[in-house]
């Protein structure tokens, strides 16, 4: 499985964005998908996993009320919507594929590049 991240950028704290990972290849799997991020100088850190349904997503504390993830299968893609963007929320942000998936980083086995996100105060 091959994925795509996109939609980083720069903005304004308080504002959006929304970053899409798209999956190639073995997509008839029905993987987790999951994105992590990773600050300067910081660990990788969990922030939102959905299952393959859709119907069951969890999200790391820190974002816990403003990002939202969500999937549409159809188009192999992931997204993550993010809102009341803040400044500590600037990193590269990765996104992950696996059957299981769960909320540490050694249980993704597919991973795409990251796309990073500059929140500016």
């Known amino acids: 499985v091959q994925l795509q991240a996109s939609g980083g950028g720069l903005v304004q704290a308080g504002g959006s964005l929304r970053l899409s990972c798209e999956a190639s290849?073995?997509?008839?799997?029905?993987?987790?998908m999951g994105w992590f991020r990773q600050a300067p100088g910081k660990e990788r850190e969990f922030v939102a996993d959905?299952?393959?349904?859709?119907?069951?997503?969890y999200y790391g504390d820190s974002v816990k009320g403003r990002f939202t993830i969500s999937r549409d299968n159809a188009k192999n893609t992931v997204y993550l919507q993010m809102s009341s963007l803040r400044p500590e929320d600037t990193a590269v942000y990765s996104c992950?594929?696996?059957?299981?998936?769960?909320?540490?980083?050694?249980?993704?086995?597919?991973w795409g590049q990251g796309t990073e996100v500059t929140v500016s105060s």
């Open positions: 959905v299952t393959w349904t859709g119907l069951t997503t």
């Open positions: 992950a594929a696996d059957l299981r998936g769960g909320l540490l980083e050694s249980e993704y086995e597919y």
């Open positions: 290849g073995r997509t008839s799997s029905r993987y987790t």
